[in-house]
């Protein structure tokens, strides 16, 4: 199955929200997984990614913000964001990597999540 993601809404500027991505059936335990965002007329572009040992990456504007885990137990991928900005409104997507690397890009995604709507309101 594919990812699926909740945990979207509406929140005030400074607020903060947690995305969980749940991958039911599927065993992305040793691939990397990411989060990625598409704003209003902009490209879809990594947040946050994870790799296979747990290593992590952040885009420079989300850096000390946001926070990405992963349980492989339960099969779930998490992104908490604190201090959120409105610049931080966008699609959210959950991202399966094709390799045990955090994709960085989306032609380094084997699986999209549908997405959830994140907007923050000045």
């Known amino acids: 199955a594919r990812p699926v993601e909740f945990g979207g809404g509406l929140v005030q500027d400074g607020g903060s929200l947690r995305l969980s991505c749940v991958a039911s059936?599927?065993?992305?335990?040793?691939?990397?997984m990411g989060w990625f965002r598409q704003a209003p007329g902009k490209e879809r572009a990594v947040v946050a990614s994870?790799?296979?040992?747990?290593?992590?990456y952040f885009t420079d504007s989300v850096k000390g913000r946001f926070a990405i885990s992963r349980d492989n137990a339960k099969s779930t991928l998490y992104l908490q964001m604190d201090g959120l900005k409105p610049e931080d409104t966008g699609v959210y997507y959950c991202?399966?990597?094709?390799?045990?690397?955090?994709?960085?890009?989306?032609?380094?995604?084997?699986?999209w999540g549908p997405g959830t709507q994140v907007t923050v309101s000045s």
């Open positions: 994870m790799d296979w040992s747990g290593k992590t």
């Open positions: 059936g599927s065993t992305y335990g040793g691939y990397g």
């Open positions: 991202a399966a990597g094709k390799t045990g690397s955090g994709p960085r890009d989306p032609l380094q995604v084997w699986h």
